[in-house]
């Protein structure tokens, strides 16, 4: 049973526009969630974080919302750079876990420009 | 500051072979996780290190190993290979003192399993 998961495979969006990825889990007892960014031939690379103490935690163009009720979290680009595309991952950690990171499946995002 | 580096890049074994990868970590890391990604089911964390003990470990059959040195360096070994061990196996270096899930991860060895 997927604990976290990201439902949109793939996102298309013009350079200079928003890009919104969603990411949804199950486990209440996630404290922390985070976002990486995959190049192709390249290890994921973290993105942003943010603990479930907040609901928001911004950094430059990323934005990571974090509504606890729904279970759901999101990340916004603004504004969408042809750099940006990418795959990206949705990730969750409990407690003492640490490192044992749960894992979406990733959405690709594309941006044109 | 030089980043994870896995050793090596990309192997070719076959059914029932054993595999051993390595990972260096960045300097001063103490922690070392190793993850498998695959199509299928993603990316799956399968253990980590911490000054040399194993400090958690993922839902994996004990075909799958690990160990790390004294430099923090690790490996990981997989024996008796199957074709669904094919995957992208990669480690990832943190302080491991705080443990935000915050990873830098290598470029991963590409394992193929004939």
């Known amino acids: 049973d997927q604990q976290v998961k990201q439902n949109s495979p793939s996102l298309s969006v013009q350079e200079g526009r928003i890009s919104i990825l969603n990411c949804d889990y199950t486990?209440?007892?996630?404290?922390?969630f985070l976002w990486y960014k995959k190049y192709p031939a390249e290890g994921p690379t973290f993105l942003i974080s943010?603990?479930?103490?907040?609901d928001k935690n911004e950094d430059g163009r990323f934005t990571v919302f974090l509504n606890k009720s729904a279970k759901h979290l999101s990340l916004h680009i603004v504004p969408s750079q042809p750099g940006d595309s990418a795959v990206y991952f949705c990730?969750?950690?409990?407690?003492?876990?640490?490192?044992?990171?749960?894992f979406g499946k990733g959405t690709t995002l594309s941006v044109s420009s | 500051k030089a980043g994870v580096t896995q050793t090596p890049r990309y192997l070719i074994k076959t059914r029932g072979q054993q595999v051993t990868l390595s990972c260096s970590p960045i300097?001063?890391?103490?922690?070392v996780s190793w993850y498998q990604q695959t199509p299928g089911q993603g990316l799956q964390f399968l253990f980590e290190?911490?000054?040399?003990?194993?400090?958690n470990k993922g839902n994996f059959p004990g075909r799958f190993s690990g160990r790390q040195f004294s430099n923090s360096r690790s490996e990981m070994n997989v024996s008796t290979l199957e074709l669904g061990d094919s995957a992208l196996y990669l480690c990832?270096?943190?302080?491991?003192?705080?443990?935000?899930?915050?990873?830098?991860f290598g470029e991963g060895s590409r394992l193929t399993v004939l």
């Open positions: 990832a270096s943190s302080p491991g003192t705080m443990n935000t899930g915050e990873l830098f």
């Open positions: 486990n209440s007892m996630f404290d922390y």
């Open positions: 943010i603990s479930s103490i907040k």
């Open positions: 990730a969750a950690s409990a407690g003492q876990a640490g490192t044992a990171l749960i």
């Open positions: 300097s001063g890391h103490r922690s």
């Open positions: 290190y911490f000054s040399e003990t194993q400090r």
